[in-house]
């Protein structure tokens, strides 16, 4: 079946370093990726998105200085986030779509807490 | 802007009742995804409903894409179904937004 792993599940950083998330999806093609941020009490916010074979595209607040991007295949993506501080603390989140089907896979995140 | 809002925020239930649950979206959708996620954080796909009424177990999704609406019905809920019910759509532009989400609770 199609899965979208995503490593490390939790990790802890201190303010001003910063921490690399890996995405990988299995089983399928992944034309699109997405990565959010779900902060504490808050839904998730979509950081950027990464198509295959088009730039990167940032949501307004989140730039690739802050969060650098690299998806350099159909089946794999990662993020950084730099210089991390407490309002990057989190549940990030990849999402990948499969463009044959239609289909949103979503990962089981990567939990960032911030010293 | 492309909105997705999803209502009610909270809903409180007795186990055996049935919820239903709203998605309504500012452009037109090329999908909609219902997901569940856990308290711990994980997204489950519950459901994947471009248009028209789809059914699995006991939920069942109604989306009418001309009114930029889709519901998600839950019948006989257990206390197992507590947690948040989140709308997410795809937009033409392959962008990817989710709803604030509708967080339920079901009482024994």
């Known amino acids: 079946g199609a899965l979208v792993y995503q490593y490390p599940r939790r990790t802890i950083c201190k303010s001003g370093t910063s921490m690399r998330m890996e995405c990988q999806a299995v089983g399928f093609q992944a034309t699109s990726v997405a990565w959010y941020r779900q902060s504490p009490q808050k839904t998730f916010e979509l950081i950027a998105l990464s198509t295959v074979n088009s730039a990167i595209k940032y949501e307004q607040n989140f730039t690739q200085e802050k969060f650098p991007i690299s998806h350099p295949n159909l089946s794999f993506s990662s993020m950084t986030v730099l210089n991390a501080y407490l309002e990057d603390r989190g549940l990030y989140l990849c999402?990948?779509?499969?463009?044959?089907?239609?289909?949103?896979?979503f990962g089981a995140g990567t939990r960032l807490s911030v010293l | 802007g492309q909105q997705v809002q999803q209502s009610p925020a909270s809903l409180v239930l007795q186990e055996g009742e049935n919820a239903e649950l709203q998605c309504n979206f500012s452009?037109?959708?090329?999908?909609l995804q219902w997901f569940y996620q856990s308290p711990g954080g994980s997204l489950v796909s519950l459901l994947s409903n471009p248009s028209g009424t789809k059914h699995t177990g006991r939920l069942t999704s109604t989306t009418v894409t001309k009114e930029r609406r889709s519901s998600l019905h839950i019948s006989s809920s257990q206390t197992t179904d507590s947690g948040t019910y989140l709308c997410a759509i795809v937009w033409s532009n392959n962008r990817i937004f989710f709803g604030d989400g509708t967080q339920l609770v079901v009482k024994p």
């Open positions: 452009s037109t959708a090329t999908q």
């Open positions: 999402g990948a779509r499969d463009g044959t089907k239609n289909t949103l896979y």
